[in-house]
Nanobody, 120 residues
Framework: QVQLVESGGGLVQAGGSLRLSCEPSGIIVSFNTMGWYRQAPGKQRELVARTTSDGSTYYADSVKGRFTISRDYAENTVYLLMDSLKPEDTAVYYC??????????????WGQGTQVTVSS
């Protein structure tokens, strides 16, 4: 069983920075994709940033230029550095990882979520 363990959330003032970390525990697998989603109260979960095993990255328009996703392949860990935080970044942030099997099916894994609160 694979579990994703997140850390690094907290309370920060607008304009500040936080770094989220996500590492797997349990059975070690090689993830094709690792990324971060967030869900604010009353809103749907949305993709924030994602990185794939070929090195490509994706960012939501709302965080481009402020957030940076990175991955440590040796430690199988993914990070999200969040700079210039805004109150609208307040949400629960979830780590996500996916493994594509040989038969093209995909196994998805989620972390338990970490709260990020940005005060104005």
């Amino acid at each position: 069983q694979v579990q994703l363990v997140e850390s690094g959330g907290g309370l920060v003032q607008a304009g500040g920075s936080l770094r989220l970390s996500c590492e797997p525990s349990g059975i070690i697998v090689s993830f094709n994709t690792m990324g971060w989603y967030r869900q604010a109260p009353g809103k749907q979960r949305e993709l924030v940033a994602r990185t794939t095993s070929d090195g490509s990255t994706y960012y939501a328009d709302s965080v481009k230029g402020r957030f940076t996703i990175s991955r440590d392949y040796a430690e199988n860990t993914v990070y999200l550095l969040m700079d210039s935080l805004k109150p609208e970044d307040t949400a629960v942030y979830y780590c996500h990882a996916a493994v594509r099997r040989v038969d093209a099916t995909v196994d998805n894994y989620w972390g338990q979520g970490t709260q990020v609160t940005v005060s104005s």
